[in-house]
């Protein structure tokens, strides 16, 4: 990036580019917390997979981020030099993994949004911005499907995995009406053709994840009027413990590269 | 993808031979395949207890790299940079996916990866004792790359040429992989050694704790090892312990003198004579007392093992049912 570029940076953009920088690095955290600990090994593997996929997203926007920022930090400096009220990521990201089931709702609930945001930044009038994107949606395309899969295969398995597949959606539905709330920072995005304004993905959402939830027999939660605000910066109590353990190393060593 | 893991009725089996049969003429042709250098395979004839060895040999191989995950997996959540944290999950990840060759490798000789996972989790399988030890700082990570995984590559390169041809082809490309560990965990520690002084004091301190731990995993000496010669005549052994341990050492040492530590044995030095180098008597009441269930973390690796499959065993079984539920739909319809 050229330095008319930066100067032209608006803190909407940069925020943008944050909140997206911010999602795949908390998701891909979670994920990761899997490791060795899978049901099957052959979904650790497929769950470390999408962790390395995340963390390798992170690392492009983060360090995106930080060149539209200009003020020097890195990739590392964002990802784990920031309090918790500095993230954007929405809240469904930083959620812990209860259980097989909460992590499969959630891959899911999360996968088939980023599917479409992603083939929408494609054409980003920031050519950065798109060219992550078209690397991320190979991704994405993988993740939606693969935990499609299992959303199905809990749900329309045995009265055990029912039970705890419906628990989970009960329970992470609401956060998403997160994802769609509206957002100055998303109106300015939209307007510069930067990105979506989430809320506008909201309808193809919906028709890419409730025939999926049907399939599973699973029954969609009313929605509610619950709100979470981590777009906002405002999380979860959950968030700062996931940052206790993700930026002790970085906090414990100033200064030390790695 | 899953229906590998689950007692799923088996497809065909490999066709052999009567096996049961200790038949002279099979010995005879056997014996003379092995003298050849020829490989054997899974539907060739095989004395029973080559194939027993061999179970064994394979399927505690492969638990050690499901157990192995566990002490580096200990660090993945704080991992200090991105590129670290993604090079130590794609490594953990290897080491799972190298957990499944072999036990592909094994079920060619007619046993299940369940009834191998069985034996693992009621604690009667072994694996490998390295991994009982605990990963106390971030320079562990490093350290394991460099000296386990190295470790591990000096025990593993003759079985590429191992005469049982799934475990031999198996252990080609988890060789290639163990080697990028290696690599990317010295890396690790230059990264270390060239930054802070409390950096430096980590990896010495990892090193201080896995150095006789690593020398320990060629396995007891020579003279003490009853089963060597059998295996060396099956051609499932190429190099004696001590062979591999001196070849280890004598690769080592020069690495930590590039790296800028100190290897903990004061007895380390260069025998012109012998054109190796010397080192202090193992500690072997250390090793034989882990082996037997009395290290730091032989309780809680196991304990994480069985947690992980008891807590999975729902979604285990709801992949089954499902799978069932589709195929009686589709029947069903047809
Ligand atoms: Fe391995
Ligand atoms: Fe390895």
């Known amino acids: 990036m050229g330095a008319t570029a930066m100067t032209q940076t608006t803190p909407a953009h940069l925020e943008y580019v944050l909140r997206l920088g911010d999602a795949a690095l908390i998701h891909g955290q979670r994920l990761s917390e899997w490791c060795g600990h899978a049901p099957v090994l052959e979904e650790d593997l497929a769950l470390a997979n999408m962790a390395l996929d995340f963390v390798g997203q992170a690392r492009m926007l983060l360090s995106y981020a930080g060149t539209l920022e200009g003020k020097g930090r890195d990739e590392d400096a964002l990802a784990f030099l920031r309090h918790e009220g500095q993230y954007r990521h929405p809240t469904l990201c930083e959620l812990p993994n209860t259980d097989f089931a909460h992590t499969t709702i959630k891959g899911f609930l999360l996968g088939s949004f980023n599917l479409l945001m992603w083939s929408r930044l494609c054409g980003s009038s920031d050519k950065a911005l798109a060219a992550i994107a078209a690397k991320s949606l190979k991704e994405a395309r993988y993740h939606a499907e693969h935990t499609g899969d299992w959303v199905i295969r809990l749900g329309d398995g045995t009265d055990e995995s029912h039970r705890r597949a419906q628990a989970a959606l009960d329970i992470l539905w609401p956060y998403t009406n997160e994802l769609f709330a509206a957002n100055p920072t998303d109106d300015a995005a939209a307007a510069a053709g930067v990105g979506p304004a989430w809320s506008e993905l909201a309808g193809e959402w919906e028709a890419a994840v409730l025939p999926v939830l049907q399939q599973a027999t699973l029954t969609v939660p009313a929605r509610t009027p619950f709100q979470s605000y981590g777009k906002f910066g405002r999380h979860s109590e959950h968030l700062g413990h996931l940052l206790a353990v993700m930026q002790h190393l970085p906090r414990s060593f100033p200064g030390a590269t790695w | ?334």
């Open chain 2, 1 to 334: 993808m899953y229906t590998q893991a689950l007692d799923i009725p088996p497809g065909e089996q490999p066709k052999r031979k009567p096996d049961a049969v200790e038949n002279a003429a099979y010995q005879a042709e056997f014996d003379a395949r092995i003298d050849a250098g020829a490989t054997i395979e899974a539907k060739d004839w095989m004395p029973e207890a080559y194939r027993k060895t061999l179970v064994r040999q394979i399927s505690q191989h492969a638990h050690s790299e499901i157990v192995g995950m566990l002490p580096e997996g200990n660090w993945i959540s704080r991992a200090p940079s991105l590129k670290r944290k993604a090079i130590l999950l794609a490594k953990v990840q290897d080491e799972g996916g190298h957990g499944l060759y072999l036990y592909a490798a094994a079920e060619t000789l007619g046993v299940s990866r369940d009834e191998l996972t069985e034996a693992l989790l009621s604690g009667k399988a072994k694996y490998s004792s390295i991994f009982n030890y605990p990963t106390l700082n971030w320079a562990d990570v490093g350290v394991i790359g460099w000296l386990v995984d190295g470790a591990a590559i000096m025990n593993q390169i003759p079985l590429c040429k191992c005469s049982y041809g799934p475990y031999a082809r198996a252990m080609v490309r988890v060789c290639k992989e163990e080697s990028f560990h290696q690599r990317q965990g010295y890396d690790a520690l230059l990264a270390m050694m060239s930054g802070t002084d409390a950096q430096r004091e980590l990896v010495q301190d990892a090193v201080n704790r896995w150095w006789w731990p690593s020398l320990m995993m060629f396995g007891p000496h020579d003279a003490d090892s009853p089963n060597s010669g059998q295996s060396m005549r099956w051609g499932i052994k190429r190099i004696s312990n001590d062979d591999l341990r001196q070849k280890f050492v004598d690769a080592t040492v020069k690495q930590a003198e590039v790296l800028g530590v100190t290897l903990p044995d004061d007895e380390l030095k260069w025998n012109e004579a012998r054109g190796h180098y010397d080192f202090a008597a193992i500690d072997w009441d250390e090793f034989w007392n882990v082996v037997n269930g009395h290290g730091q973390c032989n309780v809680d690796r196991l304990a994480a093992r069985v947690k992980a499959w008891d807590d999975g065993a729902w979604v285990r079984e709801a992949a089954v049912a499902h799978a069932e539920k589709q195929a009686a739909r589709e029947k069903a319809a047809a």
